[in-house]
């Protein structure tokens, strides 16, 4: 299990409006299912993605990822972004994605529970909602209410099997 970090160019709150944060969590579940990889934990904020993945190999993590960042980048770039817009355009075009991302490889359960608290606590730290189940954009729904959120979570690591 890997916990993934990913920000927009600048940190830019690129992901504030429902057509967009739809977008990129449609994207983000279909590149999920074409590389078989779970999806453990997620959050939507709008500067940037933290995910809990459940890989069969870690080395699909960097295709996935390049994978993901260009197929959302070439779906947003087709959307009005208004004030953001001349941020998000440089001379060599469209810039969503910052190049890189952060991974931190799992070991332990004590590690899981901090990454999937933190995940679903960051909307609440950030100010957008009062709890973590206030967020559409997470997993915390499946998690922590019971019911199922925009995405299938694998909550039983499925993908360990």
Known sequence: MVFVTTTTVDRIPAFYNKIVRDTVITQLEETAKHFGISLIGYVLMPSHLHALFGLPQIELL???MQSFKSLTSRKLKELEFGKLKD???????FRLWRPRFDDVIITSEKQ???KLDYIHNNPVKAGLVNEPKGWLYSSAE???GGSKGMLKVDKYFEWTK
């Open 62 to 64: 960097s295709k996935f």
């Open 112 to 114: 899981f529970k901090i």
């Open 142 to 144: 499946d998690w922590l």
């Open 87 to 93: 941020k998000l355009w440089e001379k060599d075009g």
